[in-house]
């Protein structure tokens, strides 16, 4: 990437938008820092001191999506936003084998490295599925879990229910029309998208059409394990949705999360689409800086809020 040489080097409109993230963060006082994990180098970003929040992005995220939540947090906690690696925008997959399982031993390792055993979780999509899993595996180290827009991991046998993780249309027919459509489909304002970035991530996508169809088989297939898992997450949990979502999740989904995880809370959000973190971010860290705050060990959530 351009920021690990001494002279800038721009390759493409993508790292033009890495970079204004990146430029955003450290304007926020932010610091970027890196660890070494499975022998490989992991980004992250951090600040404050006090509990511990970790961020965790979905597929195609970035740890800088989350600048504006971690400049706000990093006032009462120590906040921390890593960039998992085969979840980043650059695809550059490797042949590993792709499980929430894997990912959450992964966020283990992560976080020991890190000297913290016990933290709150503060994930979207993918990422949630992967938060929520390494919630199940030892649930003294999680002291709090958000999911933002969790995806649909229920199999369809028979039924209209389409598991996220096998839509691969948006892999094998992928172009910047089909791009602008999801967007469409995933915000409740859909952002204005040049045509030159949709051109190059539908490029990307479609470069490494093979690597990214497996991770999804993958993904798919570990959700039948993760669905047996929610029931055994002990910690409270905020899951959050928008009204809007209708491609990569839906209401029924969001529910279904919430049946599923004890002391859990559900909250769908107005004139929302798969993204609150950016659509309703004021609002959606309301509802997580009351979750953090609260006495989590004697209280018990609502089962749902409009």
């Known amino acids: 990437m351009w920021y690990d040489n001494p002279v800038m080097t721009i390759k493409n409109v993508s790292d033009f938008a890495y970079i204004a993230d990146f430029t955003t963060g450290v304007i926020h006082g932010l610091k970027y820092k890196k660890v070494v994990v ?69 966020l283990d390792q992560f976080l020991g490295t890190l000297a913290i055993d016990r933290c709150h979780l503060v994930s979207h999509c993918t990422g949630s599925c992967i938060a929520a899993f390494y919630a199940s595996l030892d649930t003294k180290k999680v002291a709090s879990l958000t999911m933002l827009s969790t995806p649909e991991i229920r199999q369809s046998n028979g039924s209209d229910i389409i598991n996220t993780f096998d839509r691969t249309e948006l892999v094998n027919n992928v172009d910047a029309m089909l791009l602008r459509s999801v967007l469409a489909k995933s915000f409740a304002r859909p952002p204005r998208m040049p045509q030159l970035i949709l051109n190059r991530i539908a490029a990307r996508l479609s470069a490494n059409r093979e690597k990214v169809n497996f991770l999804l088989s993958e993904l798919s297939r ?26 990569l999740s839906n209401l029924d989904a969001f529910e279904f999360y919430r049946e599923q995880i004890p002391n859990s809370q559900l909250v769908i959000l107005p004139e929302c689409g798969h993204f609150p973190l950016y659509e309703q971010q004021e609002r959606c860290i309301d509802h997580v800086e009351k979750l953090i705050a609260r006495n989590l060990k004697s209280e018990t959530l609502p089962t749902s809020v409009a």
């Open 38 to 106: 499975n022998a490989e180098r992991v980004d992250y970003l951090e600040a404050g001191q006090g509990e511990p929040i970790v961020f965790i992005h979905g597929f195609g995220g970035v740890n800088v999506q989350w600048r504006y939540w971690l400049s706000h947090f990093k006032r009462n906690y120590r906040v921390i936003a890593v960039t998992i690696p085969d979840l980043t925008p650059s695809l550059q997959f490797n042949k590993g084998h792709y499980s929430f399982r894997n990912y959450a031993q992964w």
């Open 222 to 247: 570990s959700s039948a394990i993760l669905l047996k898992r929610l029931p055994l997450i002990e910690a409270p949990t905020l899951i959050v949705g928008g009204d809007r979502d209708a491609y």
